[in-house]
């Protein structure tokens, strides 16, 4: 099990020396390139799946499963506490970076530059040179969709101004049932803001479930020339006794295309995050049993998209 040959090896094992910020180790950027081929992003974990775990252990058991990142939660629940950012921050990117692990996002909370964590998490993240964040939702109330949306955009800028000020891109995330789900009212405002600060954190589940047969393609291809990071999960819809409803699982068992989707992406070149999460269900019958599962699926799931990748982007250069 991942995590207990962690506990047994750690005992024994010399500490490392952080590499210099904002570079992943060279073993890893081999590993990556080795078996993905073109394409060279970080492979990221979504750490609110691992939050019963400590930083350091859990980056460790991640490495060895063969991931090179951590989407880190910086929220409410999250391995940082929002309102602890300046001092729990520095203090978990150093246990993950011990790990040989990058932080290159953190998914946060924030609606508004004016909540009185806003500036500390984003000034703690720049210090340490993390590249993006992702804010938090806004729900319509459907009373002027217009309106409400000219509201939200108004708070998204004030974000992605506080993220320029300290160095930190802003990539908004398209999520069923909130603003921006289906990406075309989302759009009318990241259009607007600075593209070097600002874009999109593209989620091809909600896409598929929010766009059909072919408005997934339509949202993959509007966000391209913005797209700063990638959430990867699979559904299916499925006929129960109270209607239809959606049904999470495993990658490549569900409704997302995803060679096509990857062929898309690879043609832009994109090469940023791709931030692992796992909506469908993963037992245990207890704490610990469960993280071992988690962790068996996170590897199942990482194997099946590196070989979707290594499809569409091909050998390294």
Known sequence: MWRRHFLKSASVA?????PPLGQIRTENVAQAQGQVGGFRGPLCFFSKHLAGLEPRLMAESLRQAGFTGVDLTVRAGGHVAPGRAAEQLPKVFAAIREASLEVPMITTGLTSAAHQTARPILSAAGKLSIPFFKPGYYRYKFDDVRAELR???AELR???ELGKQFGVRLGYHN?????GAHVWDVATVIDQLDPKWSGYYFDIRHATVEGGEGG?????????????MIAVKDFYWEKTSTGWMVK???LGEGMVNWKTYFEILAKGNFQGPISFHFEYEVGGHTAPAKDDNMLVAAKRDLDFLKARLKEAYGAPA
Do not use: E
Not at 14 to 18: I, T
């Open 14 to 18: 010399a500490a490392a020396c952080l």
């Open 151 to 153: 509201m939200a955009g």
């Open 158 to 160: 004030g974000l992605a």
């Open 175 to 179: 999520h069923s049932s909130y603003l």
């Open 216 to 228: 997934w393609k339509i949202a993959t291809h509007l966000v391209a020339p913005r797209l700063l």
């Open 248 to 250: 999470d699982c495993p």
